[in-house]
């Protein structure tokens, strides 16, 4: 049972380089999710989206885009990478926008 | 919007001993308060969760309490063994809110 799938794990860009995290998972859960951790921060939330089709700002969206076209899928764009957004990223899904959070394995971004 | 504040940051316990993590949040309107377990190089876990309508929830050796009024809950883990080491978030959300908001997290080190 895969869970929460996020691609890639390591990333290395440089400032003004674009990219794209990918988040799968396989639980047919309705509400998805994408947050950043840094240290002495907590997680924070980037975007979220309630159902499919649908996304909504979170805490600290500013410099990401979302896409969520498909129910299983969900992904983190950045379009033109900045120092402050080397963080590690989580994607996370639940059952609906009130439910238990699941959590991938995370994604550590560096940006130079 | 709602703040939640997490202490301590860090904390060191013999094993065998408890350990108790705190936060407070700011918004009465919240009405649910979830922990989640973060092990090493792995994404955050629901272990415990607590519902306003409560004052207190016990799960084996973890247990949570919650103060309304005072507007803090806490986590207490009773004889801590070294699986327990991770780091801890609080978090709570209100009714009406899609969003949760999550502390800044708590080193927990079970020294053996």
């Known amino acids: 049972n895969a869970g929460v799938t996020q691609t890639p794990k390591f990333q290395v860009l440089k400032t003004g380089q674009s990219m794209t995290l990918q988040c799968a998972q396989d639980?047919?859960?309705?509400?998805m999710y994408w947050y950043r951790q840094d240290p002495g921060m907590g997680l924070r939330l980037i975007y979220y989206s309630a159902s499919e089709g649908t996304t909504d700002k979170g805490e600290v969206p500013d410099g990401y885009n979302v896409s969520r076209l498909k129910k299983q899928n969900f992904l983190l764009g950045l379009e033109s990478a900045a120092p402050s957004q080397t963080s590690v990223y989580f994607c996370a899904s639940s059952q609906d926008t009130t439910g238990e959070l699941f959590f991938g394995e995370g994604s550590r971004l560096t940006v130079l | 919007g709602e703040n939640v504040e997490q202490h301590p940051s860090t904390l060191s316990v013999q094993e065998g001993d408890s350990a108790v993590i705190k936060c407070t949040y700011s918004d009465s309107a919240s009405n649910y308060f979830p922990w989640y377990k973060q092990e090493l190089g792995k994404g955050p876990q629901l272990i415990i969760d607590?519902?306003?309508?409560?004052g207190e929830k016990k799960d084996q050796r973890i247990a949570v309490t919650l103060n309304k009024t005072a507007k803090h809950f806490s986590l207490h883990i009773t004889e801590t063994q070294p699986e327990d080491s991770a780091v801890y978030f609080c978090?709570?959300?209100?009714?009406?809110?899609?969003?949760?908001?999550f502390g800044t997290g708590t080193r927990l080190t079970i020294i053996p």
């Open positions: 639980m047919n859960h309705n509400s």
């Open positions: 978090a709570a959300r209100d009714f009406g809110n899609e969003k949760l908001t």
């Open positions: 607590i519902r306003s309508n409560v």
